[in-house]
């Protein structure tokens, strides 16, 4: 009875000491996916496999780097509107302008309203899946653009010409945020001046993005 009782002993001793171990190993693995999950930037709300954008680091845009974050999106939007401009300006043109993106997708310029001209058009522009030129931004939704051609002594002024651009875009890939214009003035020639309220919404966080001729 006595070697019983010992043996019991020691079976209930190793049973405490493997179930320390399995918590222990627990509690690592706990932290370690708490780690991994407060150090990731990527934004929550692009699902893996969300389009050919969810592969790359779909940063959460914030204070920090709203700056870098939009230069490159104006850019993509502003090259893609010079770019529709030389077809559309062309009497031949159809209702329709499709710009075929250089990576992914395509980009649908038609008539946003009837009474336009071809000096200075407004349109509708959608981005129609996950249009992108670079490969580093991937793009979907709709813009509207009402064009604003300036004329100096009767010479069109290309530096004061400009979009007032409205609507919502959705944005993966380097940066991952859905995007609002609001009456936002965008100058099509890279050194003109843009103006406005830009508002970005990344993950959980909300940026206001003002920009003001200096």
């Not at 710009?99 to 395509?106: A, D, E, I, L």
């Not at 992108?132 to 100096?152: H, I, M, P």
Request: with cysteine; glycine share 10%; hydrophobic share 40%.
């Amino acid at each position: 009875m006595d070697v019983l009782a010992l043996g019991d002993v020691i079976n209930c001793i190793s049973d405490e000491i493997i179930m320390r171990i399995l918590l222990s190993h627990r509690f690592l693995l706990l932290s370690m996916l708490v780690l991994a999950c407060s150090s990731d930037r990527r934004d929550p709300l692009i699902p893996t496999g969300g389009g050919p954008g969810a592969g790359r680091a779909n940063l959460v845009v914030d204070d920090s780097n709203r700056y870098a974050a939009m230069q490159g999106i104006f850019e993509d939007i502003r090259g893609l509107c010079n770019k529709a401009l030389g077809v559309i300006s062309d009497p031949e043109a159809g209702q329709y302008t499709r710009v075929m993106g250089k990576r992914n997708g395509y980009a649908l310029f038609s008539e946003l309203n009837p009474n336009t001209t071809i000096v200075a058009p407004d349109v509708k522009l959608d981005f129609v899946n996950y249009f992108s030129d670079t490969g580093k931004l991937f793009y979907y939704g709709r813009l509207e653009l009402v064009g604003q051609w300036r004329y100096t002594d009767g010479v069109q002024d290309q530096q004061l010409n400009k979009f007032i651009v409205n609507g919502t875009l959705h944005i993966s890939g380097d940066y991952a945020c859905n995007i609002t214009f609001i009456d936002f003035q965008m100058a099509l020639d890279p050194n003109g001046l843009d103006q406005g309220l830009v508002t970005i919404y990344s993950g959980s966080i909300t940026v206001r993005f003002w920009t003001r001729p200096s």
